[in-house]
């Protein structure tokens, strides 16, 4: 059991820097998605273990933590960052124990995380208001204040880096947070909390409550002492989330979906563009935000990339996230149905499935694998170049002008990230303008984590911008003082 290299039970809550069984003593059991086998059970917090949290929180802003400077947040991010660092094989080894990630994923992961609370130490008391010209006799300032309490809603897919830059920005600002983890995966979530707590966080600060999206995540987001809500999953859940918000009229950061392009023209470096083209589609295999799902090739050059993709799709190894291959399983059974549905829809409507990567001999049939898929002869309106499927699957679709591969590339509801792939540096420049998306890569894609890029999507990719500074904006309030002294 995994539970036991943990210095806590993992079957509880984190309220007020106390570990508490949930209310009404239910749990959730938690599988090894390499393996389908239990690991351990975790909380089913409910509505009394939110509201708990949530006063928790109130109390902890009326006291130590609502008192604490920006300097002394600083330090105190930062010290949290170097247990997280002083950490890494133990986070690493939950995360891939619970998410299925490969290990060199999952240790990428908690290395991000300490980089956030790095970074967004760094930041507390470089956030300034400003004075504003006015009447005479006037002075007129403003004041970045925290919202209060924040309400953290977190998917199973990348829990560290999440927790880190949504956590780790609010903190800093001063609020004080309530996190629901994913129920498929929250023992880093638990196990960063530990740490912080041990490295000095006041208790009440950040509480953690584990348990279902319905039970305890709608009863975060239906809180009237809730002041902000950070929501990062699907587009039909953010719709909920957002609206159980308002009517208490709380703001809501919408981290949702996407369906994002790479965009190749024939003039590109192909060569450093296909490591790109393809790890961006099977990273974490395939089940993230950011996953590069859609390829877009102009057409000169378009059976040299499928071939040479191919070639890289039929070398990618599928397995054990303890072997730390290529891919890892997919989160659950469920996960593995979807995924599976598309490429069956794919094999009906005679989409041809240009390569496939391989699973090892010794993944157990008890775990959830899927083989990665490079599909040609997608029409860009097909469900299959349209919906976000969330697993290792990625289309190849033809263009023969820029204004088509614009076309093409904004045609889905989606915008979260898109790459651009030429050396032509205007059409480097109309493109960065013209493709819809909360973040455009030139001649790169999704590069180096990003922990200082503002990241976030248009349309129904959400909205609110989380990472970089711009976090520190959406997790305060900017209050107007006007001083008249004649
Ligand atoms: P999901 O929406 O099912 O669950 C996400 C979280 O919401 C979980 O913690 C879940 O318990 C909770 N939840 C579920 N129902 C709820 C409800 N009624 N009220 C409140 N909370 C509820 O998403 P998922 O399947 O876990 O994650 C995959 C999705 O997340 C994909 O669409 C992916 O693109 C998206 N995602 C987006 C980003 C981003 O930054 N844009 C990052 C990671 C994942």
């Not at 939110?50 to 400077?69: H, K």
């Not at 660092?85 to 240790?107: H, I, M, S, Y």
Request: proline share 5%.
């Amino acid at each position: 059991m995994i539970a036991d290299k943990l210095g806590f039970d993992p079957s509880r809550c984190f309220i007020n820097g106390a570990w508490v069984p949930p209310h009404d003593g239910r749990t959730v059991r938690l599988e090894n998605p390499s393996t389908g086998e239990t690991i351990g059970t975790i909380a089913r917090g409910g509505t009394k273990d939110i509201d708990s949290a949530v006063q928790a929180a109130q109390s902890a802003l009326n006291g130590q933590w609502g008192a604490t400077t920006a300097l002394e947040r600083g330090r105190l991010l930062t010290r949290i960052g170097q247990r997280v660092l002083e950490n890494v094989d133990l986070l690493a080894e939950l995360e891939a124990a619970d998410v299925g990630k490969p290990l060199t994923q999952a240790r990428n992961d908690a290395i991000a995380l300490a980089r956030y609370m790095e970074f967004y130490g760094g930041a507390t008391d470089k956030v300034h208001g400003e004075t504003i010209p006015y009447l005479d006799g006037y002075t007129v300032y403003t004041l970045r204040e925290p919202h209060g309490v924040t309400g953290h809603i977190v998917p199973w897919n990348y829990p560290m880096q999440i927790i880190g830059r949504s956590v780790g920005a609010a903190l800093a600002m001063g609020n004080a947070a309530v996190l629901k983890p994913a129920e498929e995966a929250c023992l880093t979530a638990l196990a960063f909390a530990a740490i912080a707590h041990e490295a000095g966080l006041p208790q009440g600060a950040l509480n953690v409550v584990p348990g279902l999206g319905e039970e305890a995540g709608a009863a975060l987001t239906a809180h009237a002492g809730v002041n902000h809500i950070s929501f990062t999953g699907s587009v039909g859940v953010g719709a909920l989330v957002q609206s159980a918000a308002a009517r208490n009229v709380a703001p809501v950061t919408l981290e949702l979906g996407g369906k994002s392009p790479q965009i190749v023209f024939d003039d590109a470096d192909i060569d450093k563009a296909l490591p790109f083209l393809v790890n961006a589609g099977i990273q974490n295999a395939g089940q993230t935000c950011s996953a590069s799902s859609r390829i877009l090739v102009q057409r000169g050059i378009y059976d040299d990339v499928v071939a040479r993709m191919s070639e890289r799709y039929k070398a990618l190894r599928v397995g054990p996230a303890a072997d730390d291959l290529d891919v890892g399983p997919l989160i659950s059974a469920r996960q593995k149905e979807i995924v599976s549905g598309f490429l069956d829809v794919a094999r009906a409507d005679n989409l041809t499935i240009a390569a496939q990567g391989q699973i090892v001999g010794n993944a157990p049939d008890t775990g959830h694998y899927v083989a990665p898929s490079l599909l040609v002869g997608v029409s860009p309106d097909h469900p299959l170049a349209q919906d976000e499927i969330f697993g290792p699957v990625q289309v190849v679709l033809p263009f023969d002008t820029e204004e088509e591969a614009i076309a093409i590339a904004n045609g889905t509801e989606f915008g979260l990230v898109a790459g651009i792939w030429t050396r032509d540096g205007g059409r480097q420049m109309r493109l960065a303008k013209a493709v819809r998306s909360g973040q455009i890569f030139i001649n790169n894609y999704g590069a180096g984590g990003g922990v200082e890029l503002p990241f976030g999507g248009v349309g129904k990719s959400g909205h609110g911008r989380e990472k970089g500074f711009e976090a520190l904006y959406g997790f305060s309030v900017l209050k107007t003082v006007a001083a008249h002294h004649g």
